[in-house]
């Protein structure tokens, strides 16, 4: 009797697999937006033979009415379902789950795509059974969202912002300053947009030590021309911002590819990144030129001339050999680690 008892246990768990496979299967749904209020719907889940389905169901917001009537199928071991669903205040912000997915041992992943290309994507599964349906952000909102991005990565990129001061202490005229500055942001701009949108691509590593290189010898040329050396990068500080603002722009694009770009607003996010980028260094720059005039008249006020150029002489030099031996740090660290 004992025999016949295992016989029956071996044989329930056997037969049960089938159903247990089933529910280990992913389900997928699928959101199109083809009107401002209306979706199409594909809901795909596994199937348990060739009637019957996981009991697992869409719950769409409250006011959601289908339209026509929905289409349901069983093929290849899963239940397939479309429909087409119109909701007048839309879906924007809206909730929606998958009723019975807490009892289930599956998850279904979902893809929802709007008219402008956005696309969001999402995991759900037994401990999570719902999802907002995110609103589109509008053009002013990505553009003020990428603006502030822009400003951010430039004042908490110390890289960028010490070739930058560099920059200042190698020009010193204010209006050079904002020319050079100026072609910098040019330059990085070109090679940040072909990078994101694609056109070039360039590994990161390289790139992280070639910025570094391009301080050091901002710094060395600085310690040339302090010195009585015939300087180039003094001579036209413009051009070298240039060349050297292309590498940077590889090092933005790959801060931006981080944080991703809207596929329905892509050069708005671009412009805007860029512009934040161009506000946040003369922010900096700005903030260095007052830094030094304060710097020149405290020093004016109790010394005599020769004196406050010698202590302003002496103040460069020494912020260069901090600059230069940071990047030259930067440059062995991050040149060291291709080897690692």
């Known amino acids: 009797m004992n025999r016949f008892r295992w016989l029956f246990v071996v044989l329930a768990v056997l037969l049960a697999q089938p159903a247990v496979s089933d529910e280990l299967r992913p389900g997928y749904l699928e959101m199109r937006q083809t009107k401002s209020d209306t979706y199409s719907l594909l809901f795909k889940i596994p199937a348990r033979g060739e009637d019957l389905r996981l009991a697992i169901y869409v719950k769409l917001p409250e006011g959601t009415q289908d ?6 199928s069983f093929s290849d071991g899963a239940y397939i379902e479309r429909r087409s669903v119109r909701r007048e205040a839309g879906f924007a912000g809206q909730a929606i789950s998958i009723e019975g997915l807490s009892a289930t041992s599956t998850d279904v992943l979902v893809r929802v795509t709007t008219l402008e290309g956005a696309i969001q994507t999402e995991r759900l599964s037994p401990t999570k059974t719902s ?3 995110q609103a589109v952000p509008g053009p002013g909102e990505v553009a003020a969202t990428y603006l502030v991005l822009g400003v951010e990565h430039i004042l908490f990129g110390f890289d960028h912002l010490l070739f930058v001061l560099a920059l200042v202490l190698l020009v010193r005229d204010w209006r050079r300053v904002l020319l050079t500055v100026t072609a910098f942001t040019l330059a990085h701009s070109l090679t940040l ?8 691509s360039v590994p990161g590593p390289p790139i992280e030590a070639a910025i570094a290189l391009s301080i ?8 040339n021309d302090r010195r009585g050396t015939p300087s180039f990068a003094a001579r036209w500080p413009w051009l070298v911002a240039f060349c050297f603002g292309l590498l940077h722009g590889f090092g933005f694009a790959g801060a931006l590819a981080e944080v991703g770009l809207p596929h329905h607003a892509i050069p708005i996010a671009l412009l805007f990144f860029n512009l934040g980028v161009e506000i946040g260094q003369l922010a900096f720059v700005g903030a260095v030129l007052a830094a030094g005039l304060v710097l020149h008249w ?3 006020v109790r ?4 004196r406050v150029q010698r202590i302003t002489s002496g103040l460069d030099m020494c912020a260069t050999y901090v600059i230069g031996s940071i990047a030259a740090y930067w440059l062995i660290e991050r040149t060291s680690a291709f080897f690692v």
Do not use: Y
Request: charged share 10%; hydrophobic share 75%.
């Open 131 to 133: 999802f907002v349906l």
């Open 67 to 72: 339209v026509g009537l929905p289409r349901a």
């Open 298 to 300: 405290a020093a004016a």
């Open 216 to 223: 050091v010898l901002v710094a060395v040329e600085i310690i």
């Open 193 to 200: 947009a072909a990078a994101t949108l694609g056109f070039v």
């Open 303 to 306: 010394f005599e001339p020769a």
